[in-house]
């Protein structure tokens, strides 16, 4: 009984910090906005990426883009299916709407000493590559937070984020059988623990604050 007792307790919790976490900041708009802020896309329900991943109090992330100003307008530039694009940030909030039909976004801000215009630069230099669907480390694709982690460096050219192990395992440790799958049909093995990086731990790391939920 008090095992279930503390799981309800824990299931509350996260889902009560999740819930403020949304709640937060829900004026942030354009406004707001400032170039090399990080654009993260939360979903109503978990998925292959969110069950593997954990975002910022216990938010379903699994998107990321990176805010950007061209001919004096806000873009973003991220990495999707059809590969790396910049594009407005109206059509980047209206393709990342919700159930409610508001975006399902949240804004965080890369602190510390950055470079943020070189780093902007660095992004845009992946513009074309094809999308990364095995999440691979080497550079001949890419995925949306390997963009992020690979384009964001400081005044003296070290990059801000450094690569993770990657995880598609439960909270158990085990793979989840999406993942098994989804390799083996390309006759791959489950690159569990390579470098890498993923949506939401970039949420979760010490030199980003999250600044709110689109509204």
Not at 93 to 119: C, D, Q, W
Not at 166 to 176: K, Q, T
Request: proline share 5%.
């Amino acid at each position: 009984m008090k095992t279930r007792l503390s799981s309800v307790r824990l299931w509350l919790s996260v889902a009560l910090s999740s819930c403020c976490l949304l709640a937060k900041g829900q004026t942030f708009n354009s406004d707001s906005l400032r170039a090399g802020d990080l654009l993260f896309v939360y979903q109503d329900v978990d998925n292959a990426i969110t069950k593997v991943t954990e975002g910022k109090d216990g938010a379903a992330i699994d998107h990321v883009g990176i805010a950007a100003r061209k001919r004096g307008k806000w873009t973003v530039i991220e990495a999707v299916h059809k590969g790396v694009q910049e594009i407005p940030l109206d059509s980047f909030l209206f393709h990342n709407r919700g159930k409610e039909g508001k975006p399902n976004v949240i804004a965080g801000r890369v602190t510390g000493p950055v470079a943020v215009k070189k780093s902007i630069r660095r992004a845009r230099q992946q513009l074309g590559k094809p999308y990364d669907f095995n999440f691979m480390p080497d550079d001949k694709e890419i995925y949306c937070s390997e963009l992020v982690q690979k384009s964001f460096v400081d005044r003296d050219g070290r990059l801000v984020f450094q690569p993770i192990p990657m995880s598609f395992h439960d909270r158990s440790g085990r793979i989840l059988p999406y993942w098994r799958e989804y390799y083996a049909s390309q006759h791959l093995a489950v690159p569990e623990g390579a470098d890498g990086s993923n949506p939401g731990d970039l949420s979760r790391n010490a030199r980003v604050r999250i600044v709110g939920r689109w509204h």
